[in-house]
């Protein structure tokens, strides 16, 4: 029996969508994390450690936004806290991991083995189970840290030289990684989710021949074990992965989702190759945490319109940040799901919002580089992470020569050094006003290259 608007439920219409079949419109996931918590005035730490709290909050954001899916839990840490990393919790962001045991000279067979008691695994599995029972019409996303951020976890930033230096480990690693991927997919797929999202946003620091080398071998293996569960499967990276995008889609996902810093159109192309469907990539803190309601219906809009009406789905580029405007996100329900809206938004004019470019003409010093990371912020964001930790590390042998900044777009000093700095992606490296670094985490001697040049330059060696 075909589907039609009166019968559609969202569970359809997102495992149609993904097959690239003609849905009654597109469907809409906003990806709530740590938000839930805000919603029911819980701090983030707090939040994901109480299944019953995520549970309400899926539920507060379910009744407030009327989503086709909705993550359950939106935290990159859960299995790597398992495994023995310890976490640094903050109250409005997810934890953020400052352990690495594999750096720290532990083996892999040291590690503590996976189960579903470990960790926070069991409050993630509960609260899939219950909200399962709870929202039947609605598909539940099960998200896992995909196999190269857990690698990043486990072994520090090590990786990136043990994949050119010692390729077998990388390898060996890997592998271990993708068997944990598939047992967290496993017991998520078991607990009633429908789409297994693999989240894996250290990807987007590495280039196309590493991936494929390291990467893909395993993810592919997942996202076939989850199509022979008759499951649904979507690749989800942030940063500025375009690089990469051709690469995930081979990797045979029923979806990719990327976040702004990817053209829409150049993905939906990719997608249309490959026969797969896309997501994304509304802005996350410049409209929908930062604008204005219109602002927000405006772009939400335009994104529909760039993402077409086949096999796309359209989302935030990221977890959204944990104080988004409630009014914002039911602006984008309501030209998603209204058409009326939609035609009249149309013939609205988008006020343009023009900021004084900020003078920096004094922030460049005789005695000192000053090294600028912008970020969308690195207490939540993995690749913002590792490259404000890479600069950090490699300014500390010059001491007060070098000055090393982190700028976060998620307010709106960061925004302006942005816009002064003419940064386009995040998370960028900038030195002395120069971008060097954009969304590539370089190895130890390239930036150590980079700060003696600038030092050179000023007699500072």
Known sequence: MSENQETMTGKTRIQMAMRRKKTDRVPWVPFVGVHGGY??????DDYLRDSNAIIAGVDKAIDLYQPDGIPVVFDLQVEAEALGCHLQWAKDNPPAVVSHPLADGIGIADLPELNPGSGRIPVCMEATSILRKKHPDIALYGLITGPFTLALHLAGTNIFMQMMESPDEAHTLMEYCHGISCNMASWYMEAGCDVIAVVDPMTSQIDPASFEMFVAPAVTKLFDMVRDRNKLSSFFVCGFAQQNVP?????????????????????????????ISFGGNLKLTSVLSMGSTK?????????????????????????????????????????VSDPYHREFVKTLQAAPVIEEVQDLSER????????????LDASSCAPCQYMVEA?????????NKLQCNEFSIKNKEGL??????????????????EILFVSQIPPAR???KAIQKKLAAKNLL
């Open 39 to 44: 919603l029911v005035d819980m701090p983030a």
């Open 247 to 275: 690469a995930m889609a081979a990797c045979k996902p029923n979806n990719v989702s990327i976040d702004e810093n990817i053209p829409l159109s150049f993905v939906r192309e990719t997608a249309e190759e490959h026969q």
């Open 295 to 335: 602002e927000v219906e405006m772009h939400t809009l335009e994104t529909l319109e760039e993402g077409g009406d086949t096999g796309f789905i359209l989302a935030p580029g990221c977890d959204l940040v944990m104080e988004t405007p409630i009014e914002n996100l039911q602006a984008v329900t309501r030209v």
């Open 364 to 375: 460049w010093q005789d005695d000192k580089v000053i090294i600028d990371v912008i970020t």
């Open 391 to 399: 600069m950090e590390l490699a300014s500390r042998p010059y001491g």
């Open 416 to 433: 302006r050094m942005m816009k002064a700095l003419g940064v386009k992606n995040v998370p960028v490296t900038v030195m002395d006003g």
């Open 446 to 448: 390239e930036i150590e």
